[in-house]
């Protein structure tokens, strides 16, 4: 997950990015602060990210922020990302991005980071 953690801070400089390791860092971090965007890696806490986007999608107060669910990553063989892509958002999640799919350069970065962003300016349904 590190690489992932150090891929998104390219991805999004100038952004303050927190990252938390449990779900209880996750939920105390959720009630103590306010965020533009939050994202989840799929082995976030051994697999516990369905568990924290049910508990986001439970609180209205994080009604309005936009909840990406991502793999970040990379392991060897193959790896079916629809099943979780399907979950994540029958879930309601805003999206779910594969960072596989983009390439680790200059321009699978801007095009990842275009994505993102245009996620915070998005109106909510």
């Given at each position: ?15 303050d990015?927190r990252f ?8 105390s ?5 306010n965020f533009s965007?939050?994202?989840i890696?799929?082995y976030?806490e ?5 568990e ?16 990406v ?18 979950q994540c ?17 200059a ?11 245009s996620?915070l300016?998005?109106n909510?349904?």
């Amino acid at each position: 997950a590190h690489n992932a953690y150090k891929r998104l801070f390219v991805i999004l400089p100038g952004y303050d990015l927190r990252f938390v390791e449990t779900l209880a860092e996750a939920q105390s971090a959720l009630k103590a602060d306010n965020f533009s965007l939050i994202m989840i890696g799929i082995y976030f806490e051994q697999s516990k990210m369905f568990e924290l986007l049910r508990y986001i999608k439970s609180d209205r107060k994080y009604a309005d922020i936009p909840v990406v669910c991502f793999r970040g990553i990379l392991l060897s063989g193959t790896f079916d990302v629809k099943p979780f892509e399907s979950q994540c958002k029958a879930l309601g999640a805003s999206a779910f991005f594969d960072l596989a799919a983009f390439t680790d350069d200059a321009f699978g970065n801007a095009a990842l980071r275009s994505s993102l962003i245009s996620l915070l300016y998005s109106n909510p349904s």
